[in-house]
């Protein structure tokens, strides 16, 4: 069965970085594409960008350009998102999510989600 | 580019029926047949409930259905069930590789 299984919560301090792992069983992973959304408290979901791990091709939302890289590593099937220059507002639950159906707009799996706390 | 518009929160009796409308733009709802709609309970990750605007998923019930219409989709529970209570997002293609969610509805089971 399809799983995505994602890495461990985390705290981090403003100006740090965060790199969250996402790591695919049940399917081929370099046939879909896997995506991030975030979630912080009480809010809605927000997408963050896209990663083709076939290519290594990706695409970041505006609001986050510039502070994410999405990579992959094809050998043990698990896609990575790091945020940098972390700020409070991005204390959030972060998930991951396989893209599947036409222009891959269906998320259809999605990880458990890491919570990233960023706090002095 | 902009979350999509969706009403805070909606109700409804058990067995009756209610509906959520995602009103997007030209760029992104009104664009592409793309919708997808996804349910998600407390503390868990969102679950596709719908996506291409009114095609199901296996598993999930047929009470569920998506309609759209311009630049609004819509979301409709039929037969309203108390596990049917749930925050309920839609989101959307808006071109060049770029998704976009809406701001979500709290379905409330009376």
């Known amino acids: 069965q399809v799983q995505l299984v994602q890495s461990g919560a985390e705290v981090k301090k403003p100006g740090a970085s965060v790199k969250v792992s996402c790591k695919a069983s049940g399917y081929t992973f370099t046939s879909y594409d896997i995506n991030w959304v975030r979630q912080a408290t009480g809010q809605g979901l927000e997408w963050m960008g896209w990663?083709?791990?076939?290519?290594?091709?990706?695409g970041y939302a505006q609001k986050f350009q510039g502070r994410v890289t999405m990579t992959r590593n094809t050998s043990i099937s698990t896609a990575y998102m790091e945020l940098s220059s972390l700020r409070s507002e991005d204390t959030a639950v972060y998930y991951c999510a396989r893209g599947w159906g036409a222009a891959a707009a269906a998320f259809d799996y999605w990880g458990q989600g890491t919570l990233v706390t960023v706090s002095s | 580019q902009s979350a999509l518009t969706q009403p805070p929160s909606a109700s409804g009796s058990p067995g009756q029926s209610v509906t959520i409308s995602c009103t997007g733009t030209?760029?992104?709802?009104?664009?592409?047949?793309?919708v997808s709609w996804y349910q998600q309970h407390p503390g868990k990750a969102p679950k596709l409930m719908i996506y291409e605007v009114s095609k199901r998923p296996s598993g999930v019930p047929d009470r569920f259905s998506g309609s759209k219409s311009g630049n609004t989709a819509s979301l409709t529970v039929s037969g309203l069930q108390a596990e049917d209570e749930a925050d309920y997002y839609c989101s959307s293609y808006a071109g060049s590789n770029d998704y976009v969610f809406g701001t979500g509805t709290k379905v409330t089971v009376l």
């Open positions: 030209s760029s992104d709802v009104g664009g592409y047949n793309y």
């Open positions: 990663m083709n791990p076939n290519s290594g091709n990706t």
